[in-house]
C-alpha cells in the first residue's frame, strides 16, 4: 500500500553517490522539477571509472544550480564514514534519503569484494542507523528512505519476466548478495524503528554520460580504438536495457510515496525499474555501432565485423534480465518506455561531444 504523502517542495533530500550516473542526474531532475529544494549530495569521488565524468556530472549540476531556486550542497565523502554520514543528518535533517552510493559491477566484485563489503553492506547500515536516529529527541526523522537495489538479486532465476515476488535467495555475484542484504536490513529497520523504506530494482541503465565500465560504454572505447570487442555467451544474452531519464522518472514519482503499512505492519516495498522489453546483445551491438557512425563517433566504412569476438559466459553474469514493472505501473502509472535506439542516439552523441 502506498500513501502520497511526502511533498518535495521545500525538503531537504539527501542522495548519496551524488556525482554518479543516476545520483547526478536524479539531482539534476530534483533542481529542475521541484522547485524550493535543497539537495544534499555525498560522493567518495573514487576512481573505480574515470574521475573527470564525475566532475563533469558535478559542473551539470552547479551550473544548473545558478538558474533554478533550489540549492545544492556537495559533501566530499564515504557513506562507510559513520561520523561523516552523522554529521551530514545533523547538520542538514534530511526528510527524503535516497542511497545511490554504492561500489558497482558484477565482475569488479570478484577481483575486489571488499570494496563492495566497505560501501554496499558497511556504508548502507550507517544510512540506516543514521535514518534510525533521525527520530530520536521527537525531531521529524526521515519521512522516506529509497535505496538502489539491482536485477542482480535475480540471479540465474529462470522464470522470465523477473517479479519482485519471485525468490532472489540465489546470488551468483558478491554484488548481487550486497544488494539483496541492502533489502534485508531495510526490511528489518522498517520492522523495528518504523522508518518507510522503498527498495528500487534498477536493469541496466545507460546513456550519456554513463558508467565506462557498462558494455555500451566500454563497447564504444574500444572500437573507437580499434581495439576488438569482446560478446559474452557467443552473443546470446539479453538484457532490459533502461534509459536514465526513464530511471530518473521512476526514481522521482517513488520518493513522494511512502509504503504504509504492508501485511505485517511493515513500511515496506520494493519495485522493478526496466523497459520491459530485453534485447539480445548482437542486437544491441549492431544498433550502437549504427548510432556510432551516424553521430561521428566511427568512420561510415567502419568494418565492425572484424572488430567482435564471441566468447563464453562470464563469472557472475546470467543469461537473461527482464523486468516485470506491472507494479511500477500499477501505483505510479508509469513505466520505462524509450527505445533502445533513441536512447544509444544520445549517447553517442554525448560521446562525440564529451570526448571530441
Known amino acids: 500500500m502506498l500513501e502520497k504523502n511526502v511533498d518535495l517542495n521545500g525538503k531537504t533530500i539527501l542522495v548519496t553517490g551524488a556525482a554518479g550516473f543516476i545520483g ?12 524550493q529544494v535543497t539537495v544534499i549530495g555525498i ?26 531556486d533550489g540549492s545544492f550542497v556537495f559533501v566530499k565523502g564515504s557513506i562507510a564514514d559513520r561520523n561523516c554520514v552523522d554529521g551530514i543528518f545533523a547538520k542538514y535533517e534530511p526528510s ?7 561500489q558497482a559491477g558484477v565482475r569488479y566484485s ?8 566497505e560501501s554496499n553492506l558497511i556504508g548502507f547500515y550507517n544510512i540506516l542507523e543514521a535514518c534510525r536516529h533521525s527520530f530520536d529527541d521527537g525531531k521529524r526523522g526521515v519521512e522516506h528512505l529509497v535505496y538502489a537495489s539491482s536485477s542482480s538479486v535475480y540471479g540465474s532465476n529462470k522464470k522470465i519476466p523477473y517479479a519482485t515476488e519471485d525468490k532472489v535467495d540465489n546470488p551468483v555475484s558478491l554484488y548481487a548478495a ?7 536490513l531495510a526490511h528489518a529497520y522498517s520492522k523495528l524503528y518504523g522508518i518507510a523504506s522503498t527498495g528500487l530494482r534498477f536493469f541496466t541503465v545507460y546513456g550519456p554520460a554513463g558508467r565506462p565500465d557498462m558494455a555500451y560504454f566500454g563497447f564504444t572505447n574500444n572500437l573507437v580504438k580499434n581495439v576488438t570487442i569482446k560478446i559474452f555467451n557467443y552473443g546470446n544474452c539479453k538484457r532490459d536495457f533502461t534509459y536514465i531519464d526513464d530511471i530518473v522518472t521512476g526514481v522521482q514519482a517513488v520518493m513522494q510515496c511512502a509504503p504504509l503499512p504492508n501485511e505485517d505492519g511493515v513500511k515496506y516495498s520494493i519495485y522493478n525499474i526496466g523497459n520491459n522489453k530485453p534485447e539480445n546483445l548482437l542486437d544491441f551491438v549492431e544498433i550502437l555501432q549504427d548510432e556510432l557512425k551516424a553521430a561521428g563517433v566511427l568512420p561510415e566504412d567502419y ?18 534480465t ?5 507494479a511500477l505501473e500499477r501505483d505510479f502509472g508509469f513505466k520505462p518506455d524509450t527505445g533502445l535506439r533513441d536512447g544509444l542516439r544520445k549517447f553517442a552523441q554525448w560521446y562525440r561531444e564529451f570526448y571530441a
Open 303 to 320: 568494418d565492425f565485423e572484424a572488430h567482435k569476438e564471441l566468447v563464453g559466459m562470464q563469472p557472475g553474469d546470467v543469461e537473461v
Open 43 to 68: 560522493d567518495n569521488m573514487n576512481d573505480y571509472y574515470d574521475v573527470s565524468l564525475k566532475e563533469f556530472r558535478l559542473n551539470q549540476i552547479r551550473a544548473l544550480e545558478k538558474t533554478v
Open 96 to 102: 527524503v534519503v535516497v542511497n545511490l552510493a554504492a
Open 322 to 326: 527482464y523486468a516485470d514493472v506491472s
Open 178 to 184: 550486497t544488494k539483496k542484504s541492502n533489502e534485508l
Open 110 to 117: 570478484i577481483e575486489n569484494p571488499d570494496a563492495y563489503v
Open 24 to 35: 547526478a542526474n536524479l539531482t539534476l531532475a530534483l533542481l529542475k522539477n521541484v522547485g
